[in-house]
């Protein structure tokens, strides 16, 4: 904007009124990650839930067991979050009225919740969603979804405040991007292979560890959901509070 | 004179003629009518008016505190000094509102007839409103409305027992979100009291360890602390404690009027961790 007399506050004059508005998300931080291994599936979550920079809780757990094997989290907007989980919950339960008690598959669960996100496109809950279980044939599975609905299943994806922290680092330890033989000058890649447990465990726990270092928005605790066979089991770990 | 609202004190148009208002090229035009202004498009809540500031709790040993003044803020201006923001629902729940005060006594109208469907009509003598009900109705209550763009401007804390007669404490604001912890401040509280309620409860877990003498004490101590730097805070506030007796049977004491006690308007400079000076 020309101005006669050049003012330190020029870039606060406007040539429109300023517009105030009622915001109906808010950022609760928190960060998730989802992986799937040969015949188990992890979903895990950070405890902390923050308002700007005040950590409201240090133990809100957003990590939830809905039933059928099935975990699922929606972290972002954390009343958001909670309603689309309450939502899928209740479906799941009429889904059973009207099933005899059938098992929902992972799959199917999927794709309801991609139309659950749709259905509200114009006014999106804002978060991102993951969910994980076994497929049909008894192997891990890990969905995960866009604000929108837009999904598709991974071998792994981190979600959230930290997930542009911890995605790389998963892409090289689960999915061995840039890993090559050794020997081999660059050229042959590291085969895939799945892992164990115990590695997967231990990646989460680095992943979380390092990302409370270096994100404000993550820290306090850290909770896993393990899907196996045998069903649901949640670990707690404790982060930095700082 | 004409006595037609949008034309009061102006000379009658029988006796004088039509005014121009070319002449002043002003004024409500002519072919306004009630209907006209009504058209106005409806308005929902986009800023607060009438405020009351911080609402501070936490869990004890058995039972749960929560304290808030008195103060309704028209902006910075003191408009009343006699605003109670503190609610009993049902027979050993607390509901704590900061925010607008408009809302509040909306949400108080709402919570009142809450109590008297469940707990005078549908109640057959079993089970009874509680804290964690009286919460998760409200959730609700405050994520449709901000969901319909109409929210009601309101942090709100809940405070009493589950069923097992744990103490329950919860949080719930104008967009929906919600948290549970052991200590639970709004607005300047949460800067300001927090970090004391944490500093003898720093795990969630560690309430337990500590009884109603020592959580009064912090508490009086946050509340005298938002007086001397919440500049929309008051020296007369509001508590509640609720707890359990010897024999598990829920008391639930409501002090009004309690004093911000020990102030000290020192000049600064002789006060201790003020000065530049080591004391």
Known sequence: MQTTVASEYSNEIHSVPIEHRFNPYSDNGGTVLGIAGEDFAVLAGDTRQVEGYSIQSRYEPKIFDVGDNIVMTANGFAADGVALIDKFRQQLKWYKFDNFGGKLEIKSAARYIQHLLYGKRFFPYYVSTLIAGLDEEGKGAVYSYDPVGSYEREQCRAGGAAASLIMPFLDNQVNFKNQFIPGTDGKEKKPLKYLTLEEVIELVRDAFSSATERHIYVGDGLEIKIVTKDGVRTEYYPLKRD | MNH????????????????????????????????????????????????????????????????????????????????????????????????????????????????????????????????????????????????????????????????????????????????????????????????????????????????????????????????????????????????????????????????????????????????????
């Open chain 2, 4 to 279: 037609d609202p949008f034309q009061w004190g102006r000379p009658s148009n029988e006796t004088y003629g039509a005014y121009n208002h070319q002449i002043a090229n002003a004024g409500v035009p002519d072919n306004t009518t009630h209907a006209s202004l009504d058209a106005f498009p409806k308005m929902h809540t986009q800023q607060p008016i009438i405020t009351g500031t911080s609402v501070i709790a936490s869990k004890f040993n058995n039972g749960i505190i929560m304290a808030a003044d008195n103060v309704g803020s028209y902006g910075s201006l003191l408009r009343f000094s006699n605003i109670e923001r503190l609610i009993k629902v049902g027979s050993e729940t607390v509901v704590g509102l900061s925010g607008d005060v408009s809302d509040m006594q909306q949400i108080e109208r709402i919570l009142d007839e809450l109590e008297t469907s469940e707990e005078v009509y549908d109640n057959d003598g079993g089970d009874y409103l509680r804290a964690a009900n009286v919460h998760e109705y409200l959730s609700r209550v405050m994520y449709n409305r901000r969901s319909k763009m109409n929210p009601l401007w309101n942090s709100i804390i809940v405070g009493g027992f589950y069923r097992d007669r744990t103490p329950f404490l919860k949080y719930v604001d104008l967009v929906g979100v919600t948290y549970s912890s052991s200590t639970i401040a709004t607005g300047f509280g949460s800067h300001l009291a927090i970090p004391l309620l944490r500093n003898l409860i720093p795990e969630d877990k560690d309430y337990v360890k500590v009884d109603e003498q020592q959580i009064t004490k912090v508490v009086e101590d946050s509340m005298r602390v938002l007086f001397y730097r919440d500049a929309r805070s008051g020296d007369k506030y509001s508590q509640v404690i609720i707890k359990l007796d010897e024999e598990g049977k829920v008391v639930f004491e409501f002090t009004k009027e309690v004093k911000v006690e020990n102030q000290s308007w020192r000049f600064a400079k002789d006060i201790r961790g003020y000065g530049s000076s080591q004391q």
